[in-house]
């Protein structure tokens, strides 16, 4: 049965949860704008930007993946918020990060499974690099 308990604890949690977000979204937007205002993140572009090409990405979003693969999709959401990207630029990192996030941390659950990390991260990897080229190429280009 729905109280106002109930709606009590869910406003609680949700606010929780929104604090917890927040703590990583908002820097990580803040610091791409600065990235962004500083002249860096071009640099940072112009430098991948061949490498993202291949998933018709600007240069910028190798950020983005990176956040993603290291720190986790929250990141990656608060990098990506700073952005002006298209719906099937966003759906290709979103599939790529979908198959690799959270390397790191999810490495180290991989590896107490008694699973080769190595094996783990190079799978996982590879897989969201393919499946990104191939999105890109059927419904991008």
């Known amino acids: 049965m729905i109280t106002t308990d109930t709606f009590k604890r869910g406003f609680k949690n949700g606010i929780s949860t929104l604090i917890e977000l ?46 993603g693969y290291f720190l986790g999709t929250y990141a990656a959401l608060g990098a990506m918020a ?31 499974l008694g699973i080769s990390t190595a094996a783990s991260i190079s799978a996982r990897v590879f897989f969201s690099v393919l499946m990104g080229f191939l999105y890109f190429r059927i419904f991008g280009g």
């Not at 572009?45 to 998933?55: D, G, H, T, V, Y």
């Not at 952005?83 to 979908?98: G, N």
């Not at 690799?100 to 490495?107: D, G, Q, V």
């Open 22 to 67: 927040s703590k990583i979204l908002i820097p990580v937007y803040i610091i791409v704008q600065i990235l962004s205002a500083s002249g860096i993140l071009n640099i940072i572009a112009e430098f991948c930007q061949p490498i993202m090409s291949f998933f018709g990405l600007p240069g910028e979003s190798s950020l983005v993946i990176i956040l």
């Open 82 to 112: 700073a952005m002006e990207l298209t719906a099937i630029q966003i759906t290709t990192i979103a599939i790529m990060l979908s198959i690799a996030h959270s390397l790191i941390t999810e490495s180290a659950i991989v590896k107490k």
